[in-house]
């Protein structure tokens, strides 16, 4: 059988997306592309599998590359960096089409308004496209409570704006280096599902209330 692709090469192996037998050349340049790939493919995996082992380096020209993380972030800050990540996970376990792009846009943004209110200035501009937009929108909720929740205990909070700064460019940060790059790709949320497997389950949970 020719591939339904390409209409060219011979069909090889079997694609899960389309529910029929593709080339392999095909499978490898429209996986993730224009091929919405399901993550338990096997060819997938094993693409997967391979980029792992041969990791990606930013460009120079990689927004927000250029700011220093202070040494001590991860430890100093590893209880809220878990919960912004946790956060991101449960989003992601909501929203089945959210791609790892998805994910980065919205991480940018966030850190781009939490840049410009280090210089005291409030400027904000949330994305554009639904996806990221919306998980903005539930980070910037998530902060805010735990602000309030700070202040609740202490009567003030010490969570500094530069430290959420930071902690959202280091997760940006590990973005870029777990996609691949592809627009459809889902290897960031991946890991994130793989670290957070709780947030998949409490969704399912969430989903089961029956609201009178």
């Given amino acids: 059988m020719t591939c ?3 209409e060219k090469r011979k069909s090889a192996r079997f694609c899960p997306a389309k529910g029929e037998q ?7 340049k429209e996986r993730e592309v224009t091929i919405d790939c399901p993550v338990d493919c096997t ?14 380096t ?3 020209d990689t927004p927000l590359l250029d700011v220093n993380l202070p040494s001590d972030l991860v430890h100093t800050h590893q209880q809220l960096m878990a919960a912004l990540a946790f956060a991101m996970a449960k989003f992601c376990a909501a929203h089945h089409d ?6 980065l846009t919205a991480i940018q943004a966030l850190a781009e308004t939490y840049k ?3 210089t005291g200035i409030y400027y904000e501009r949330p994305p554009d496209a639904r996806a990221p937009r919306e998980l903005y929108a539930a980070l910037t909720e998530f902060i805010g409570e735990v602000k309030k929740q700070e202040a609740g ?7 500094k704006d530069s430290d959420i700064f930071y902690l959202l460019v280091f997760l940006y940060r590990m973005g870029l280096l777990q996609t691949n790059g592809r627009s459809r790709s889902r290897r960031y949320i991946e890991f994130l599902r793989n670290q957070f497997p709780e947030a998949q389950e409490l969704k399912r949970e969430e989903s089961r209330l029956v609201i009178p």
Avoid at 22 to 28: D, L, Q, W
Avoid at 43 to 56: G, M, Q, T
Avoid at 98 to 103: S, V
Avoid at 153 to 159: I, V, Y
């Fill in 4 to 6: 339904p692709i390409c």
């Fill in 22 to 28: 593709i080339c392999a050349v095909c499978c490898g």
């Fill in 43 to 56: 060819h997938l995996l094993s693409a997967h599998r391979y980029e792992a082992e041969h990791p990606r």
């Fill in 58 to 60: 930013l460009p120079a």
């Fill in 98 to 103: 959210a791609t790892d792009a998805d994910i």
């Fill in 116 to 118: 410009t209110l280090r």
């Fill in 153 to 159: 205990r202490t009567g003030f909070s010490a969570l």
